[in-house]
Nanobody, 124 residues
Framework: QLQASGGGLVQAGGSLRLSCAASVRAFSTYSMGWFRQAPGKEREFVAAIKRNGGYTYYSDSVKGRFTISRDNAKNTVSLQMNSLKPEDTAVYYC???????????????????WGQGTLVTVSS
């Protein structure tokens, strides 16, 4: 089970930190991802991190502004979002899977487990 939190309303240029708490055994064996879905749009990849945290991957739209990290001791993954833009407005979801390889980390269909989502609204 994945529980995302930390969403809210922020002005453009501001920051938010999303967290995802995982109630799973052996959290360190899961690769983790963040996705988002804006109204009327398909779910899109935001960022992902491998099991040991040694490899991270970002979409071009957030690279340099967002940072994904994980704490395997606390079973959490976080997404620090800086320099937010109105186009970042969406419901953000965390996802997990054990079998990911680098080439599949941005594919939502590759993730078996999903959280319920947290809404991020960026005002202009």
């Amino acid at each position: 089970q994945l529980q995302a939190s930390g969403g809210g309303l922020v002005q453009a240029g501001g920051s938010l930190r999303l967290s995802c708490a995982a109630s799973v055994r052996a959290f360190s064996t899961y690769s983790m991802g963040w996705f988002r879905q804006a109204p009327g749009k398909e779910r899109e990849f935001v960022a992902a991190i491998k099991r040991n945290g040694g490899y991270t991957y970002y979409s071009d739209s957030v690279k340099g502004r967002f940072t994904i990290s994980r704490d395997n001791a606390k079973n959490t993954v976080s997404l620090q979002m800086n320099s937010l833009k109105p186009e970042d407005t969406a419901v953000y979801y965390c996802a997990a899977d054990r079998g990911l390889i680098t080439s599949t980390m941005s594919n939502p269909e590759a993730y078996a487990y999903w959280g319920q989502g947290t809404l991020v609204t960026v005002s202009s």
